[in-house]
T-cell receptor
Framework: DAEITQSPRHKITETGRQVTLACHQT?????MFWYRQDLGHGLRLIHY???????NKGEVSDGYSVSRSNTEDLPLTLESAASSQTSVYFC????????????FGPGTRLTVL | GENVEQHPSTLSVQEGDSAVIKCTYS??????FPWYKQELGKRPQLIID?????GEKKDQRIAVTLNKTAKHFSLHITETQPEDSAVYFC????????????FGSGTQLTVLP
């Protein structure tokens, strides 16, 4: 069955380290998104992509980067992790077209010490 | 950009009672309004959505209403059950163009047995 996966599911790192969170979908969706979820803030958009080689900044993009070299993957990189980036990160994808339904991955809990 | 406000942040109801969650949006160009349910430790999942050419939509015990003039939309859950306990997020999007979703901050619904 088609799905969207994230890895790792849990990660503990230290401030200043580079961290990459993986997101992989097998629906062949063009649109992919990264969100962070913090209590009281809901889901905030970090970066998004509408296709290969396309990336765009979202509401809270500072300190994060993404790249899209194929349809299936959108890795999220924290260049120099900060304690303020401790959060739960969700990847999502959507087909676009007549529906905007986004399908979410299982999430990655990141702790920056 | 779009701003979505959601109220209340927490809601407790007795089993069998109804629950109502309200959202307002700022961008009059928004025309797609989904609701996501997130159970504890799980990923958000779409439960119902409405487009701006419709004023109300129902799916069994769940309904969503939209008032474009006032720029607000609401989720109604009737005959609540313990399994309805979760965090609910509203969102808004300009379908067909940006395809992004702007989420509200979430409502923790607790259904008391």
């Amino acid at each position: 069955d088609a799905e969207i996966t994230q890895s790792p599911r849990h990660k503990i790192t230290e401030t200043g380290r580079q961290v990459t969170l993986a997101c992989h979908q097998t629906w062949n969706h063009n649109n992919m998104f990264w969100y962070r979820q913090d209590l009281g803030h809901g889901l905030r958009l970090i970066h998004y992509s509408y296709g290969v080689q396309d990336t765009n900044k979202g509401e809270v993009s500072d300190g994060y980067s993404v790249s899209r070299s194929n349809t299936e993957d959108l890795p999220l990189t924290l260049e120099s992790a900060a304690s303020s980036q401790t959060s739960v990160y969700f990847c999502a994808s959507s087909e676009g077209g007549p529906t905007n339904e986004q399908f979410f991955g299982p999430g990655t809990r990141l702790t920056v010490l | 950009g779009e701003n979505v406000e959601q109220h209340p942040s927490t809601l407790s109801v007795q089993e069998g009672d109804s629950a109502v969650i309200k959202c307002t949006y700022s961008d009059s160009a928004s025309n797609y309004f989904p609701w996501y349910k997130q159970e504890l430790g799980k990923r958000p999942q779409l439960i119902i959505d409405i487009r701006s050419n419709v004023g109300e939509k129902k799916d069994q015990r769940i309904a969503v209403t939209l008032n474009k003039t006032a720029k607000h939309f609401s989720l109604h859950i009737t005959e609540t059950q313990p399994e309805d306990s979760a965090v609910y997020f509203c969102a808004a999007s300009i379908r067909g163009s940006a395809r992004q979703l702007t989420f509200g901050s979430g409502t923790q619904l607790t259904v008391l047995p």
